[in-house]
């Protein structure tokens, strides 16, 4: 039996190994510069967007689509505005997180979440490469773009400390549930100005190969959605936020008596 356990023993190490090569591809060194990123392409991704957006309706009005001429003012002007009402929001998500600190008793659901998301990325970068070599470029982005969220999560679930989530002795089973179900919420609102401008990035290149393949004019209803949901994006976030956490709120208040007494 010793000898069994030394053997199983070894295999755990071999795996520890593998787990700590998967917490450095995700260091909170490599979010935060993903983090710093998204905000240095956001505005340069919108304006590329409001650009595109005048090009693909003025395209069409010179190809017989009279109305196009109106859109071709009005949609880039919507696009700004949106965009200037939902600028403050990012700061607003940012707050959110610093604001609403959640404890967990041990970092093990944590990890094995993390896992999971992590072997899920590569099954998605995996299809993602093979649609993008049978000519689907779109379906390609879209999923890569879910594996950049899960791989987001990952990142979060191996360094909490990013959430705002700290793993204590202290923290009751009551709490530990609040933190696990809240924890994709929290990712969510972290990551939400990379999520934004993956969005506004498909949309603008859906939009891009609509202006030089009129069979794919259509396309400009998935296209104009993609845009505008990922302008409205931390607006969207933080009113999700908001209206959840409010839940959470109450069932922290409760907790937070009983351990007072």
Not at 18 to 31: A, G, P, Y
Not at 71 to 89: E, M, N, Q
Not at 247 to 255: A, V
């Amino acid at each position: 039996m010793e000898k069994i356990d030394q053997i199983l023993s070894n295999i755990y190490l071999k795996l520890d190994v593998v787990v700590n090569f998967l917490k450095k591809i995700t260091s909170i060194e490599l979010m935060t510069k993903l983090n710093d990123l998204s905000e240095k392409v956001h505005a340069t991704l919108i304006i590329s967007s409001v650009a595109l957006t005048f090009i693909f309706f003025l395209r069409y009005y010179f190809s017989g689509y009279d109305p196009f001429l109106a859109y071709a003012i009005t949609a880039p002007v919507g696009i700004i505005i949106l965009a200037y009402l939902s600028k403050d929001f990012h700061k607003a998500c940012s707050n959110l997180i610093s604001s609403n600190k959640t404890t967990l008793s041990n970092g093990a659901i944590l990890t094995f979440n993390a896992i999971l998301s992590l072997i899920a990325f590569f099954l998605l970068v995996l299809a993602g490469v093979a649609q993008l070599l049978s000519g689907e470029a779109i379906t390609a982005f879209t999923f890569m773009l879910y594996a950049l969220l899960l791989y987001m999560s990952a990142g979060t679930q191996f360094n909490p400390s990013l959430l705002n989530i700290e793993v204590t002795d202290n923290s009751s089973s009551g709490e530990d549930f609040v933190t696990i179900f809240s924890t994709y919420l929290k990712s969510f609102v972290y990551f939400e100005k990379i999520i934004s401008a993956a969005l506004i990035f498909v949309g603008a290149l859906t939009l891009l190969t609509t202006i030089f393949d009129s069979s794919k004019v259509f396309n400009m209803t998935w296209a104009f959605g993609l845009i505008t949901s990922g302008v409205a994006f931390p607006i969207l976030v933080y009113l999700t936020f908001t209206i959840l956490w409010f839940f959470n709120s109450i069932i922290l208040s409760i907790l937070s008596i009983g351990k007072s007494r």
